[in-house]
């Protein structure tokens, strides 16, 4: 039955005259409770939080302790490389409790075996600061797994300041109660000194429910997403499981005779693998990189992506995706980056790039170029601890030893 099931579900997400009529209601689904939480918070009185920068101690690139809590799942291990540049880093990783999490995360096994985890992170990082004391926790979790005690037992216990990253406020800010603690973001703002969110709009939901927010996007690793010789065999491509408003989008080219290729679970019926080993070769392949920026089913709500900055960050073919006003602070739209308003706006943007590959190369060189200046996951990190008052301002990133250099530091506890 779950089978069936499933096979149903994937011919409905590819078949165009189902989604024609179902896509709709789901785009309602999603936008009626943003607009209503977006407008829950806008009433709100926000109290701005006093600056964080008063640091113990004072380190410089090299010098800095990290305990990293974050799972070895997806794109989570491209973190680690640029976050051992900047010092030791001691990472506990916690996924089996996200597999386990994805099956039956309402269970009392779930609920236990999430407890357990809880407690031996703090007991990894109490192993990990009697070796060298640590300077920062750095996470990157919501509140289905990590639970707020744990992250306040480290911060009363220790007085390390606590970060975390979250890249899925606008479509994961609250997922209902697990247990003892509400999951998504919103059960745990308040536990860490900083919560770094990576949409605008965000800042004042964290700092309404008690937490200290930062606008930050997500950042690349250029040791990882670097420009080869590598010809383009590829004249569009997308990368990405099937789910959302992506059926509708591929849909639309298809009926337009664009040959994209398509790569991603999910996509099984068009030939493309549900498993992409290296996403780097596919990027540098393509000539048209193409991105969603959409959350969800919807397209009119946006948030940044990673792909927005692993893409350029490739310096391979032109990178286009959904216009986003967060994302056009960081790249000049037209020169390093393309984006689209409208399905009829990026069909026009395609027609006219596929011939014309040299400019895509000019385009996804300033991409990369304007990576490398401003938008590493080092570059990231050393503003959060520029925020925490452990970095001094004007500290830089190191520079890359090896533009095809691929470190991946074995911290983990």
């Given at each position: 039955?779950?089978?069936?099931?499933?096979?149903?579900?994937?011919?409905?997400?590819?078949?165009?005259?189902?989604?024609?009529?179902?896509?709709?209601?789901?785009?309602?689904?999603?936008?009626?409770?943003?607009?209503?939480?977006?407008?829950?918070?806008?009433?709100?009185?926000?109290?701005p939080s006093p600056s964080l920068r008063d640091a113990k101690h004072k380190r410089s690139i090299g010098n800095v302790h990290t305990f990293a809590l974050f799972p070895s799942v997806s794109w989570h291990e491209t973190l680690l490389p640029e976050l051992a540049l900047l010092g030791p880093v001691d990472r506990f990783d916690y996924a089996d409790l996200v597999r386990l999490g994805h099956r039956q995360r309402h269970?009392?096994?779930?609920?236990?075996?999430?407890?357990?985890?809880?407690?031996?992170?703090?007991?990894?990082?109490?192993?990990a600061h009697q070796k060298q004391p640590v300077?920062?926790?750095?996470?990157?979790?919501?509140?289905?797994?990590?639970?707020?005690?744990?992250?306040?037992?480290?911060?009363?216990?220790?007085?390390?300041?606590?970060?975390?990253?979250?890249?899925?406020?606008?479509?994961?800010?609250?997922?209902?109660?697990?247990?003892?603690?509400?999951?998504?973001?919103?059960?745990l703002v308040s536990a860490f000194d900083l919560w770094w969110t990576s949409a605008r709009v965000t800042v004042d939901w964290v700092n309404a429910e008690g937490g200290r927010a930062i606008y930050l996007p997500e950042g690349?690793?250029?040791?990882?997403?670097?420009?080869?010789?590598?010809?383009?065999?590829?004249?569009?491509?997308?990368?990405g499981a099937n789910y959302g408003s992506r059926p509708k989008m591929i849909h639309f080219l298809g009926k337009h005779g664009m040959p994209v290729h398509i790569f991603g679970h999910g996509?099984?019926?068009?030939?493309?693998?549900?498993?992409?080993e290296a996403?780097?070769?596919?990027?540098?392949?393509?000539?048209?990189?193409?991105?969603?920026?959409?959350?969800?089913?919807?397209?009119?709500?946006?948030?940044?992506?990673?792909?927005?900055?692993?893409i350029p960050s490739t310096g391979g073919g032109l990178y286009l995706t959904t216009y986003n006003a967060d994302l056009a602070q960081h790249f000049r739209i037209g020169e390093e980056i393309l984006?689209?308003?409208s399905h009829d706006e990026m069909l026009e943007l395609?027609?006219?790039?596929?011939?014309?590959?040299?400019?895509?190369?000019?385009?996804?060189?300033?991409?990369?170029?304007?990576?490398?200046?401003?938008?590493?996951?080092?570059?990231?990190?050393?503003?959060i601890l520029q925020e925490l008052g452990i970095l001094d301002e004007g500290t830089q990133p190191p520079a890359i030893a090896s533009a095809s250099l691929v470190s991946q530091p074995d911290h983990t506890l």
């Open positions: 039955m779950r089978r069936l099931l499933s096979a149903l579900k994937q011919r409905a997400r590819t078949n165009g005259l189902v989604q024609h009529f179902i896509h709709p209601l789901r785009v309602r689904s999603v936008e009626r409770p943003y607009r209503r939480r977006r407008e829950y918070y806008a009433r709100k009185k926000i109290v269970s009392a096994e779930f609920q236990e075996f999430r407890r357990r985890i809880n407690s031996e992170a703090i007991q990894a990082f109490e192993r300077d920062w926790l750095f996470a990157y979790a919501q509140g289905n797994h990590i639970l707020a005690s744990t992250i306040e037992t480290i911060r009363e216990r220790y007085g390390v300041p606590c970060v975390n990253m979250s890249l899925d406020d606008k479509q994961s800010w609250d997922m209902g109660m697990i247990g003892e603690q509400r999951q998504g973001s919103i059960g690349c690793s250029p040791e990882t997403y670097y420009p080869t010789d590598q010809q383009f065999d590829i004249p569009v491509s997308f990368l996509w099984k019926s068009t030939g493309g693998p549900s498993w992409v996403p780097v070769d596919i990027f540098r392949r393509s000539q048209i990189n193409l991105g969603n920026g959409g959350v969800l089913h919807s397209e009119r709500i946006t948030s940044v992506k990673g792909r927005d900055f692993d984006c689209w308003h395609l027609r006219y790039y596929l011939p014309r590959p040299d400019e895509c190369r000019e385009i996804a060189h300033r991409a990369r170029q304007r990576c490398l200046s401003e938008h590493r996951w080092s570059h990231r990190y050393i503003r």
